[in-house]
């Protein structure tokens, strides 16, 4: 195979692949999530993100759109490892006072590897004259920011309490 | 196995294995990213960030301690991915004007996934009356939030300008 320069066009479509992917199995993850939480503001938190998590793929295809390319999810390790370990906090902690307070933990790590992609891309966009891209990628990433902001809100008050009841 | 109820005393401790196993990691391979910038400023940043690692590892040998437990690690699916990613760029942008630009990502990427388990391990310290563990993930957390900063100001200065020098 011959090599051609790859540049910042290329690493930002790559990127734009590896955040399609990841929040399609964000998609898939979060009404597990919702399930499993015990608090009902928790569960709210979860679905509002699910609809919310509908907008940005929107998002990205438009992003698509604009590099006249195909939307292409490309397998995301990090987002892989990081629901991997939701799941085995659903799994070990299924039915104990502590599991909302690792759900909320999960959905942070998840909200944070989001907000590091969106702030990377919106950069990126900026820096290729990409206008239109730049302020998609802005208004997902605020969104992610003020879900991890109303995450933190719950860490502090429902869960934690509730997750030490027995002790 | 009996099941005993799971608190969150539980999940801290767990949590703990698992940001220890990805500090570990994070050390082994900031001197990998270190060599493959292309720019001084940032070979530097992650040189810096190599050094104060070692005092975050340091700072979580203290919490085992505080906790009357051996400080050891549990695999941590989200930082193999997350660094798994960053080794690929590596090898994929290896040579490539865009180089820096995906390391600076993949440092992100990293930061942000040590700032979310801090946020959370420091928010279940206080919850748990541990003082004292409490103001030493929060001393941590204030160094990840500074080197994210610092990575921001590198990807919108120096590293992106050179990676589109070729269009």
Redesign the interface.
Known sequence: MAKK???????FH??LK?VYFAENKILKTLPKMAKAAHSKELKAAFVKHERETRGHVKRLQDIFKILGKPARAKT???????T??GAEIMT??KG???LD??L??AG??V???E???Y??LR??AE??GMKDAAALLDATLKEEKATDAAL?TL??SVV??E??H??
């Open positions: 320069p790859k540049l910042l066009s290329d690493m790559d990127t590896d995301c390790d990090a987002i892989m490892g990081i991997k370990e070990d902690y104990m006072p502590a307070a690792g909320l933990a942070q790590a909200e944070h590897y907000m590091s992609r702030g990377t950069t990126w820096e290729l933190t860490a502090k934690n309490v997750a030490e027995e002790l």
